[in-house]
């Protein structure tokens, strides 16, 4: 009997993205390294961590919303639209 192949292949891309709107443009570019690197392997689907952009801890509320950008037209949201078209 054979085996099922999928046509999806995943990976999961792990890094601890840093806090800060300072950080983002180095977390998105470690991001897209990793997937870039995802893409190497064979992967069509790839899965990061939440707030990769812009790390996790937040110190209120407020600092959130300087984190947050819009969708789809954010800058973060661009470049992965790019890089996904990139790479279909």
């Known amino acids: 009997m054979s085996e099922p192949t999928s046509p999806v292949r ?3 891309v792990q890094f ?3 806090v ?3 950080n983002r443009q180095d977390n998105l570019h470690r991001s897209l390294e990793l997937a870039e690197e995802a893409v190497k392997g064979g992967a069509n689907l790839i899965v990061l ?3 990769s952009s812009t790390g996790y801890f937040f110190n209120n509320r ?3 919303f300087a984190h947050s950008e819009g ?7 661009r470049l992965w639209i790019d890089f996904a078209r990139q790479e279909a």
Do not use: I
């Open 10 to 12: 995943v990976a999961v």
């Open 71 to 77: 969708v789809p037209d954010g800058p973060s949201v």
């Open 20 to 22: 800060g709107v300072e």
């Open 16 to 18: 601890s993205p840093q």
């Open 62 to 64: 407020q600092d959130a």
């Open 49 to 51: 961590p939440e707030l």
